[in-house]
């Protein structure tokens, strides 16, 4: 009889249970919902309730709340959104001091007991937890990676749709660099059912849709008092998905590049292909001379947070 997939979600909280929820829906495995001591009767009330909930639903996935890294052992893919959550006037950066202690602490965990997984980090500072989690573990590139593109590619989409007055579906939208407010949103890639968007959206109408692009995140902080959570769920379940189902989706997403766009070393967002081989290819495409210096002034930022990690 085959075997289920195991699916382990770090962190209890608001996006740690939209991501079960996610899960169990849609049958992509059963679900290992793991926190902290202190938090394990949160973890555990949320399992038994979306167990309930399946009973509701008519689904059947297996979902165990714990505190144990024993329950994480074997595990297929690993989303962790572990940490701090922004609070409002609170930028990215300073989540660095606290989840990177957090960050190093799962790392170590997961070296240990699921040392196969496919990675994928939600945790902020994005680019900062998603490459001090591969140092820490030494998994291979292909294996770890950092939900942010799709997200903030989604929010673009979103602002573009509603600008030109069209279905969300049809429109298509591309965001390189790192998770913050020096993302990269490429309008050059933008289309609206393979038409430019250019063509629906005045120049400076879209300028203003990109400011709101990267201060899309802020925007819910300051609306809600915390970060988003529905979105940022089923933008790290599209990519969990397209792993455990090969399904080699193209997304947007922080990957290691190794002289991809000219960069070394570094966590980034660009388009990737992720199927069963996990990250199996950056894409590399053809940006303007501005586009290329926006993507450096990005590139900036995130080294510039990695060597506030290596110091801490």
């Not at 608001?14 to 949160?42: H, M, S, T, Y």
């Not at 199927?275 to 501005?290: D, F, H, R, S």
């Amino acid at each position: 009889m085959p075997r289920r997939n195991k699916i382990s979600l770090i962190g209890a909280g608001n996006i740690g249970g939209e991501l079960a929820a996610l899960v169990a829906r849609r049958e992509l495995g059963d679900v290992v919902l793991f926190d902290i001591p202190e938090k394990q009767g949160l973890a555990q009330g949320k399992a038994l309730d979306l167990e309930q909930n399946g009973a509701v639903l008519g689904h059947d996935a297996k979902i165990t709340g714990s505190s144990n890294w024993d329950d994480v052992a074997g595990s297929d893919v690993v989303i962790i959104t572990a940490g701090v959550p922004r609070k409002p006037g609170m930028s990215r950066d300073d989540l660095l001091s606290i989840n990177l202690k957090i960050i190093r602490n799962v790392a170590e965990n997961l070296k240990a007991k699921a040392p196969n997984a496919f990675v994928i980090v939600i945790s902020n500072p994005l680019d900062a937890m998603v490459y001090e989690l591969k140092k820490v573990t030494g998994f291979a590139r292909e294996k770890v990676v950092g939900m942010a593109g799709v997200l903030d590619a989604a929010r673009f989409q979103l602002f573009l749709a509603r600008e030109a007055g069209v279905a969300v579906k049809d429109v298509r939208a591309m965001v390189l660099g790192g998770h913050g407010d020096t993302m990269v949103p490429v309008t050059s890639y933008c289309t609206i059912y393979g038409v430019p968007v250019s063509q629906f959206i005045a120049a400076d109408k879209l300028a203003a849709i990109v400011e709101r692009t990267r201060g899309g995140g802020g925007e819910i902080v300051k609306l809600m008092g915390t970060s988003a959570y529905y979105a940022p769920a089923s933008a790290a379940i599209v990519m969990a998905e397209s792993f455990l189902k090969d399904q080699k989706r193209v997304v947007p997403a922080a990957a290691y590049l190794d002289g991809e766009y000219g960069y070394k070393d570094l966590y980034i967002g660009v388009p990737v292909v992720i199927g069963a081989g996990g990250v199996e290819k950056v894409i590399n495409i053809q940006l303007t001379p501005e586009e290329k210096a926006m993507l450096e002034k990005s590139a900036g930022a995130v080294r510039e947070l990695i060597e506030a990690s290596k110091k801490l």
